[in-house]
């Protein structure tokens, strides 16, 4: 389970989490873990301009991670594919979980 490196813990109990997103794609989702960077890969159909790409990645990070769309914000890297998502009201354990099922296991993708 790698992937729990994009994953941290504020004091506030909020949860940060860093992505990588390809606007623009054909199909949209949880595409795999970028090791390298350290990020997980989000894949949107919308387009970066004028946030777009930005509503579109909060949409599919709470459809797949199963939340509510307010308990997310991009925090950092609005105008950048390298983004900083809070995550709020939300248990660490269970997204965790979550993110190894839609990585198959927490594999690189």
Do not use: Y
């Not at 390298?36 to 459809?63: C, D, F, I, S, Y």
């Not at 997310?72 to 709020?88: A, C, N, P």
């Amino acid at each position: 389970m790698e992937f729990v490196a994009c994953l941290s813990q504020t004091l506030d109990e909020a949860l940060l989490l860093e992505v990588e997103v390809q606007p623009g794609a054909s199909r949209q989702g949880i595409v795999g873990f970028n090791s390298w960077r350290g990020r997980l890969m989000v894949a949107v159909r919308a387009e970066a301009k004028q946030g777009q790409a930005n509503r579109a990645l909060l949409h599919v990070l709470a459809e797949q991670c199963l939340l509510r769309p307010n308990q997310l914000s991009v925090t950092t890297g609005h105008s950048s594919r390298q983004k900083r998502v809070r995550i709020e009201g939300a248990s660490r354990e269970i997204l965790v979980e979550r993110l190894a099922q839609l990585l198959g296991g927490g594999h690189d993708g």
